[in-house]
T-cell receptor
Framework: AQTVTQSQPEMSVQEAETVTLSCTYD???????LFWYKQPPSRQMILVIR??????QNATENRFSVNFQKAAKSFSLKISDSQLGDTAMYFC??????????????FGQGTTLQVKP | DTGVSQDPRHKITKRGQNVTFRCDPI?????LYWYRQTLGQGPEFLTY????????KSRLLSDRFSAERPKGSFSTLEIQRTEQGDSAMYLC??????????FGSGTRLTVV
């Protein structure tokens, strides 16, 4: 079975600074996706960034980038130039990839990020 | 298309009552998922439909829970004889492939 662990329940960062959220996972699969989702207070969950395990290059989406270490099973999210609108709960998630994949996501416990002015 | 819609947004019910939630996915999405999220935790998978077929159910989905997706369009999640432990946010998501979801805003259930 796959597990996803986020060991930082809460973090804070000053506006315009950089922050890194940690995520580790455990799987015996060789082909999978990893995701970071953002859930603002009382709002719907939205996809921040996605990484395919077979790709060595780390994914980047504007101010958001990941550090994917496959051997270490680590998948951290770096937010650069933090903005007040980045305040949210962030979830790391795992999905198996392949012909039999149902698309089920396994989520971590989440990290609450507060960006301070 | 306005995304994934869930109705109602909030539901307060007395213990022992039955409740039903509805999810309208993005129209061209053939995959539909239900998740349950308790306060301060990550969502947990409940069930998955591909078109009208329910292809996977979590063991979290006890016999008091049932989900349907008639005609492969909207889906309903029913909870019978609700218990206080059922209080949670119920999230619906849809996708066209396995690599990306669109989530709805969720239905928050409070059992009193």
């Amino acid at each position: 079975a796959q597990t996803v662990t986020q060991s930082q329940p809460e973090m804070s960062v000053q506006e315009a600074e950089t922050v890194t959220l940690s995520c580790t996972y455990d799987t015996s699969e060789s082909n999978y996706y990893l995701f970071w989702y953002k859930q603002p207070p009382s709002r719907q969950m939205i996809l921040v960034i996605r990484q395919e395990a077979y790709k060595q290059q780390n994914a980047t989406e504007n101010r958001f980038s990941v550090n994917f270490q496959k051997a270490a099973k680590s998948f951290s999210l770096k937010i650069s130039d933090s903005q007040l609108g980045d305040t949210a709960m962030y979830f790391c998630a795992f999905m198996k990839h392949g012909a039999s994949n149902t698309g089920k996501l396994i989520f971590g416990q989440g990290t609450t990020l507060q960006v301070k002015p | 298309d306005t995304g994934v819609s869930q109705d109602p947004r909030h539901k307060i019910t007395k213990r022992g009552q039955n409740v039903t939630f509805r999810c309208d996915p993005i129209s061209e999405h053939n995959r539909l998922y239900w998740y349950r999220q308790t306060l301060g935790q990550g969502p947990e998978f409940l069930t998955y439909f591909q078109n009208e077929a329910q292809l996977e159910k979590s063991r979290l989905l006890s016999d008091r829970f049932s989900a349907e997706r008639p005609k492969g369009s909207f889906s309903t999640l029913e909870i019978q004889r609700t218990e206080q432990g059922d209080s949670a946010m119920y999230l619906c998501a849809s996708s066209l492939s396995s690599s990306g979801y669109t989530f709805g805003s969720g239905t928050r259930l409070t059992v009193v």
